[in-house]
């Protein structure tokens, strides 16, 4: 009778036992699911109902959570984040220009500190793993170098690349610098100024902290073209400059740091006669496909790498909102986002890994939005 009793009681814990096991691995296996979703920011402009920088999420099968507000910010209308990703860089597009540093702290950011760009107007930021950072200050017609101390504190203003010069439409009455990249394979930096129609090329004497001028210091666009924002191939030495202004692409060829352009390609369709200019443009990991956007036409581009680094348009995807400002290729290259500032949405695609097309997914209402950071 003992040993049946033992039998049972034996049981009765083994059974206990297993049952805790199967809701343990239920509840790892739910939080696993909630995991891929992919979490990102956006910055947005705060003269309508926005408030300041937006956290939300992208799910698995590419719809959207609701934004939530991350910070209280004054037109915080593009993002970077620091090497580490647990500091956001957010300008402040405001005169004069401004600059804020955050503290990542789960569904919020918490300011650490602010700093003056330089200029008037700042619509770019970028850091490199040195910590420098980058501001272009648009109406100012410069770039200011500042640096990000280990606590997350920003710099007073290190240097200031003043630009000078015009271009030929009204757009162009002189500098007007729309943003500064480290060149991937040294400290070399290439600043876009729209309003002089140029690039602008130098680099960082880290033992003064500031900027200096290459040798060769400027490469000059076609008359109107409007140089914004650029992309650097992965792998080939060439360097995609989108023109907002008559909405092409310019393949340029870096030879050991000199630069020329080799061709223009519109991103646009050949029949569309309206107004329209380019706002951003990104790249594939495997360098086999760019896309850039269009407001006016309101459409991604779609344009495939050749084999010589040239360009061919493959299609127009709408982006169901008016002026696709900032988009973004998810880290995992499954989705695009696109941020429609004067539609006040944020709207998914699949890609086509294969093709480089996209399928329209989801949307989601935000407020003002311009800027996308993953």
């Known amino acids: 009778m003992k040993t049946i009793v033992f039998a049972l009681s034996l049981f009765s ?13 239920s509840v790892t296996q739910s939080t696993t699911s909630e995991n891929t979703d992919t979490s990102f920011y956006i910055g947005t402009y705060t003269d309508g109902a926005s408030k300041g920088i937006y956290k939300l999420a992208l799910k698995e099968d590419g719809g959207f959570t609701e934004p939530v507000l991350a910070a209280q910010a004054s037109n915080p209308s593009f993002l970077a984040f620091n090497k580490y990703k647990d500091i956001l860089l957010a300008v402040n597009e405001n005169d004069p220009g401004t600059i804020e540093s955050f503290q990542v702290n789960g569904d919020t950011l918490v300011q650490i500190n602010s700093s003056n760009t330089g200029g008037a107007h700042p619509c770019y930021v970028t850091t490199n793993n040195q910590d420098y950072v980058l501001v272009a200050n648009y109406s100012g017609g410069n770039v200011g170098l500042l640096k990000l101390n280990e606590d997350g504190n920003l710099s007073e203003l290190l240097d200031l690349e003043q630009h000078t010069g015009k271009g030929t439409t009204d757009r162009q009455e002189g500098p007007h610098a729309h943003s500064a990249w480290f060149v991937p394979d040294g400290n070399g930096i ?3 100024d729209l309003g002089t129609n140029q690039l602008w090329f130098s680099s960082i004497n880290t033992e003064t902290n500031k900027l200096k001028p290459n040798p060769t210091q400027k490469l000059d666009f076609e008359p109107g073209a409007g140089p914004r924002h650029l992309v650097f191939h992965p ?10 202004l008559n909405n092409t692409i310019s393949q340029i060829e870096n030879k050991d740091g000199n630069y020329t352009i080799l061709n223009n390609t519109s991103i646009l369709p050949g029949d569309f ?3 329209s200019k380019a706002a951003d443009i990104h790249i594939s990991q495997d360098g086999k496909f760019i896309y850039a956007s269009n407001r006016g036409h309101d459409s991604i581009a779609i344009l495939e790498v050749l084999e010589d680094g040239s360009l061919k348009l493959l299609a127009n995807e709408p982006t169901r909102g008016k002026d696709p400002r900032n988009f973004q290729i998810t880290p995992d290259e499954k989705f695009i986002v696109a941020a429609n500032q004067n539609g006040n949405n944020l709207v998914s695609y699949r890609r086509d890994s294969e093709t480089g097309l ?15 950071l993953f």
């Open 13 to 25: 814990i083994i059974s206990c036992k297993n049952t805790e096991t199967k809701t343990e691995t």
């Open 273 to 275: 006669k309206d107004f």
């Open 358 to 372: 996209l399928t329209y997914v989801a949307q989601v209402s935000a407020p003002a939005p311009v800027c996308i």
């Open 190 to 192: 290439i600043s876009v």
């Open 235 to 244: 792998t080939k030495n060439y360097v995609y400059v989108l023109n907002e």
